[in-house]
């Protein structure tokens, strides 16, 4: 089942001179099995948005659908199936990093599953299963989490989340602070994750990343949704409205295409499909 | 001028972890570096050592003309200028203003001397309409040019940009990189050295050094080291947009003059 957001609306310190709107009304529905990129400027509501999304935050009005849970206004009713909705709902914060915690590294991806109710072997064994996905050996299990490299610290922290399988992954801007080749170790795993069937929401700056691997995308702004379409579909229109940049790949191929180079724009991903395509249309003239 | 020779630098935080292998280099006055490489290339270590946070490490460093050691450390540590990569945990004063004067409260500037310093390095940050604010709601750009703001203030020979612009949104990213090129202009004598992931600001830098395991593997002009793009890609760092691009064709067969030198230039070769 899609996640459905329904007239969500979410304010921050409400009656205080702080009071803030982040959501305004909010509709939206995430589909299974998609790989959905969140954008839009600093502040304009994405990660209270997704906060929503495993009932971190309820909305102020309005519903959050996700399967059978109800994340709305009325605690009550909800506070049962919170659980659940954590195990199916996996969100890995910005800097995931700093939430490391265990004496060693196999612990530290551990407790999640340990604390959804596994024994200790089943969660170790989750764990390592988890490590091995995000690249990181048997060499690492008992390690201190605080000994390895930033990058690897990430890996870590991602694989506490993957550990409890969930369904639903959410990201709020893995790359940030990595290196090119980090970034891109780190987004292969998500699209293996989401080829594996897992439903993938990830909040990023980088329109390369959403480009080349999201299969849908919805831009924010100002608490509100200002387009939800195919990423290729994106950056034909005024995106900088949202302070967002056109890929340097896309504004080039667009240049191309507007001094009478027709290119195949499904086909333009990356540099080097953008090669092959003007390869292409070059030997075909 | 040189305002910093590096000479077979090396640093281990312990027996095993050598970080640093027999690093030489220079800094000319008034330049603008980058130093590139992945992450755990020892970038940030070479950084520490150059600020004097390191003292434990084999070979020289020579900053202003000075050997960096425990007798010179405060009167080289005056002249640099660090801006580091979270703009959160920079932060000391409860507004902007107090945050810029804080160095100059160190610095024994007399009161009368400061307001016009603070307002001074605000206009020329754009901060000026945001003396008064805390800095904790502003943006992070915002919050970056607070920080250059109260670094500036301080009269500094040398910034180290820290990574800074790594946790910035695109837009965050433009502006603190403008506004290091603004400053250039105005302060000719200012040399920068930005550690940064960016390749795109790299590309704007007057030179380029990249750091792999702990070694400089390369330093030189942009264009001379993006063109390296093979041993770019062995040591698993990407170059800039135009030299990936131009590449990419390369290999595919397409033979493109030297002198085309930019992203615009190729776009005009190629539709010709």
Excluded at chain 1, 171 to 180: C, I, K, N, Y
Excluded at chain 2, 16 to 33: N, P, Q, R, W
Aim: one cysteine or more.
């Amino acid at each position: 089942m899609p996640i459905n957001l329904q007239d969500v609306t979410y304010v921050y310190n409400p009656k205080t001179p702080m009071e803030k709107k982040a959501l305004k009304g909010v509709n939206l529905e995430i589909k299974e099995g998609s790989f959905t990129a969140l954008v839009g400027r600093t502040g304009c509501g994405k990660s209270t948005l997704i906060q929503h999304l495993n009932a971190l935050l309820s909305p102020t009005e309005g519903a959050v659908v996700i399967d059978s849970f109800h994340n709305d206004s009325n605690k009550k009713r909800r506070d049962k199936k919170t659980k659940d909705l954590r195990k199916n709902v996996g969100l890995v914060f910005q800097f995931p990093e700093y939430q490391l915690f265990e004496e060693t590294i196999e612990k530290d991806v551990a407790f999640g599953p340990k604390n959804f109710g596994d024994t200790k072997e089943e969660a170790l064994e989750k764990a390592h299963r988890a490590l091995e996905s995000v690249g990181l050996d048997e060499s690492f299990y008992t390690r201190s989490p605080f000994e390895i490299s930033g990058g690897e610290k990430r890996r870590v922290a991602i694989a506490g989340i993957l550990a409890i399988k969930p369904k639903y992954l959410v990201v709020d801007e893995p790359t940030a602070g990595l290196d090119p080749s980090g970034a891109k170790d780190i987004m292969d795993l998500f699209k293996k994750v989401h080829e594996q069937g897992t439903t993938v929401i990830l909040v990023t700056h980088d329109m390369d990343i959403v480009l080349s691997y999201c299969t849908d995308v919805i831009v924010l702004d100002h608490g509100k949704v200002a387009l939800a379409c195919k990423p290729q579909d994106l950056f034909g229109t005024e995106v900088e409205q949202y302070s967002l940049q056109t890929p340097q790949l896309y504004s080039f191929a667009s240049k191309l295409e507007s001094r009478g180079m027709a290119l195949d724009h499904d086909a333009v991903k990356d540099v080097a499909s953008l090669a092959d395509e003007i390869i292409k249309r070059r030997n075909s003239r | 001028m040189n305002i910093a020779e590096i000479r077979h630098l090396s640093f281990a935080y312990n027996e095993t972890k050598s970080v640093l292998h027999d690093v030489s280099f220079s800094l000319e006055e008034g330049k603008y570096y980058c130093l590139v490489g992945h992450n755990g290339s020892g970038k940030s270590t070479l950084a520490k050592c150059l600020m004097g946070l390191q003292s434990e490490f084999e070979g020289d460093i020579i900053l202003f003309g000075l050997p960096l050691d425990r007798k010179n450390l405060f009167s080289i540590r005056s002249r640099i200028g660090i801006v580091f990569q979270n703009p959160d945990n920079q932060f000391v004063g409860s507004t902007v203003a107090d945050d810029i004067a804080f160095g100059l409260e160190n610095k024994r500037i007399p009161r009368e001397k400061m307001q016009s310093i603070i307002d001074d390095f605000a206009a020329k940050t754009g901060m000026a309409e945001y003396l008064d604010r805390e800095p904790s709601m502003l943006s992070g750009g915002q919050k970056q040019r607070v920080a250059i703001a109260g670094v500036l203030a301080m009269g500094p020979d040398l910034i180290i940009f820290d990574e800074a612009t790594s946790m910035l949104d695109p837009k965050g990213k433009k502006e603190i990189i403008d506004l290091v090129h603004q400053l250039r202009k105005e302060n000719p004598g200012l040399t920068i050295l930005s550690i940064t992931h960016d390749v795109e600001e790299a590309a704007r830098a007057d030179e380029v050094l990249v750091m792999n395991k702990g070694s400089i593997l390369m330093q030189g002009k942009p264009e001379e080291v993006f063109s390296r793009i093979d041993d770019l890609k062995a040591i698993h760092l990407s170059a800039p947009f135009f030299y990936e691009l131009r590449a990419a064709l390369i290999e595919r067969g397409l033979k493109i003059p030297e002198d085309i030198k930019t992203a615009e230039q190729l776009e005009e070769y190629l539709c010709r």
